[in-house]
């Protein structure tokens, strides 16, 4: 119990010299922000996700059937989305190849500036997301969502993916006890998207645009803490 309290801790708080640097916490903060988008996108904008693109094209292929209370559109909608921010996270990881504290501030930048522009959109209708308010919407948030998980995919922390979690549970069930403290960081990893669910449906009781004031608030936070951190070439910053 005792070294997995410490593996726990050293995710959270990472101890000098270790290979990743401040990057695990950063990168389960961008975990809470994908659930947190995903309730706005699934409780809010019509059964659809921005961020879980497994969940959203299963839901393609029901609404493609016809099931009642989902959109193709609005599926396909997302998922384009998506494509296009991974296109723009992939151009950013050959910019930024050779740092990856700058890889990640670029692009924690353009997501705050797309959530930004989602909660300025859900202020102006009032919170009324039918119509061309909701594509918009859609449309931001797969934008951000694309480019952060081809960021953290070039960032390359180990099962810190930030949007998927079927590989993290499946390696936390069949390796329980991997070594270098993986274990505990696939546990935390579930744990932040799922925190970040829970406040997203929450936030969600009140105002949407109090959600995308949250996701908003965290996204500004980790930008500015990995711009100050990777302001030196430290051996983490490496690929």
Same mark, same amino acid.
């Given at each position: =119990? ?37 309730? $706005? ?8 996700? $921005?961020?879980? =693109? ?53 692009? $924690? ?131």
């Amino acid at each position: =119990m005792r070294k997995l309290l410490a593996d726990v801790a050293h995710t959270l708080v990472p101890p000098k010299g270790d290979r990743h640097g401040p990057l695990p916490p950063l990168m389960l903060t961008l975990t809470v922000v994908a659930g947190l988008v995903d309730a $706005v996108s699934f409780l809010a904008l019509g059964h659809v996700f $921005v961020a879980n =693109m497994t969940g959203n094209v299963v839901l393609l292929g029901f609404a493609v059937a016809g099931t009642e209370g989902l959109s193709a559109p609005a599926s396909l909608t997302a998922l384009a989305s998506f494509l296009v921010g991974a296109v723009a996270g992939g151009r950013c990881g050959t910019r930024f190849a050779a740092h990856r504290g700058r890889l990640l501030g670029a692009g $924690v930048a353009v997501q705050a500036l797309l959530v930004a522009a989602a909660l300025v959109t859900a202020v102006v209708s009032g919170d009324e997301v039918g119509g061309p308010v909701r594509y918009t919407l859609i449309v931001a948030l797969g934008l951000a969502m694309g480019l952060q998980t081809a960021v953290a995919r070039r960032v390359a922390v180990p099962d810190l993916t930030t949007t998927v979690l079927t590989q993290t549970l499946t390696g936390l069930a069949s390796h329980p006890t991997a070594a270098g403290g993986t274990a505990p960081r696939r546990a935390l990893s579930v744990l932040a998207m799922f925190l970040g669910a829970l406040t997203g449906a929450l936030l969600l009781q009140a105002r949407l645009a109090l959600a995308l004031g949250v996701t908003l608030a965290l996204l500004v936070g980790a930008h500015v803490a990995v711009r100050r951190l990777s302001a030196t070439d430290a051996a983490w910053t490496r690929p």
